[in-house]
C-alpha cells in the first residue's frame, strides 16, 4: 500500500462530469441571486401598482435591489468557505499531523509504514482567514476606485 485515496480523489476519478461551462460557484451563486431579485421586481411591482410591467426585470431600483442580493451571495459563500477553513479542514489538517506521527513510529516491517504521509496543511488558523479576508477587501476596493 504505497498510496493514499481520499473520498476526493475517488469521486472525481469515477463521478466527474465534464461540462462545457466551468462550474463557478461564487459566480453562479452572485448571477442567480441577480437574476431572481430581478424576477421578483415583477411581483413586488404588482402588488405595489397593481399592474404588470415587465421592464422592471431590467430596470435599476426597486424591491427587491438586485445589487444587494448579488453582494450578499458572495459574502455568505465566503463566510462558509472562511468557516470551513477554520474549522473542519484545520482539524482534519491537526489530524493527519498525529496520524502521519504515529505512522513514522510504527517498526519499518509493519504494513502502513510504508504509506506516503498525509497533507497536513489543509486549513487556516483564524489569524489566516482574517489576513486573507482583509487583504481581499482592500484589493476589491483598490479595483473600485480605479
Same mark, same amino acid.
Given at each position: ?10 469521486? +472525481?476519478? $469515477?463521478?466527474? *462530469?465534464?461540462?462545457?461551462?466551468? #462550474? $463557478?460557484?461564487?459566480? =453562479?451563486?452572485?448571477? =442567480? ?8 421586481? =415583477? ?6 401598482? *397593481? !399592474? ?7 430596470? +435599476? ?21 472562511? #468557516?470551513?477553513?477554520?474549522? /473542519? !479542514?484545520?482539524?482534519?489538517? !491537526?489530524?493527519?499531523?498525529?496520524? $502521519? ?8 516491517? @509493519?504494513?502502513?509504514?510504508? /504509506?506516503?504521509? =498525509? !497533507?497536513?496543511?489543509?486549513? @487556516? ?15 476589491? #476596493? ?5
Amino acid at each position: 500500500m504505497d498510496e493514499v485515496i481520499t473520498a476526493a480523489d475517488a469521486s +472525481s476519478v $469515477n463521478g466527474s *462530469k465534464s461540462s462545457f461551462i466551468p #462550474y $463557478n460557484l461564487p459566480l =453562479l451563486s452572485a448571477f =442567480l441571486s441577480c437574476a431572481l431579485a430581478q424576477f421578483l421586481k =415583477l411581483f413586488t411591482t404588482w402588488y405595489k401598482e *397593481k !399592474r404588470w410591467d415587465s421592464r422592471r426585470m431590467l430596470g +435599476s431600483g426597486g424591491m427587491p435591489s438586485s445589487h444587494s442580493a448579488t453582494v450578499t451571495a458572495c459574502m455568505v459563500l465566503a463566510c462558509v468557505v472562511m #468557516y470551513d477553513a477554520t474549522g /473542519v !479542514r484545520l482539524h482534519a489538517g !491537526r489530524q493527519a499531523e498525529l496520524l $502521519n506521527q504515529i505512522v513514522c513510529e510504527l517498526p519499518p516491517e @509493519h504494513p502502513v509504514s510504508s /504509506v506516503r504521509p =498525509l !497533507r497536513d496543511s489543509l486549513g @487556516h488558523t483564524p489569524l489566516q482567514v482574517l489576513a486573507g479576508a482583509v487583504l481581499g477587501c482592500i484589493v476589491a #476596493y483598490l479595483m473600485s476606485s480605479s
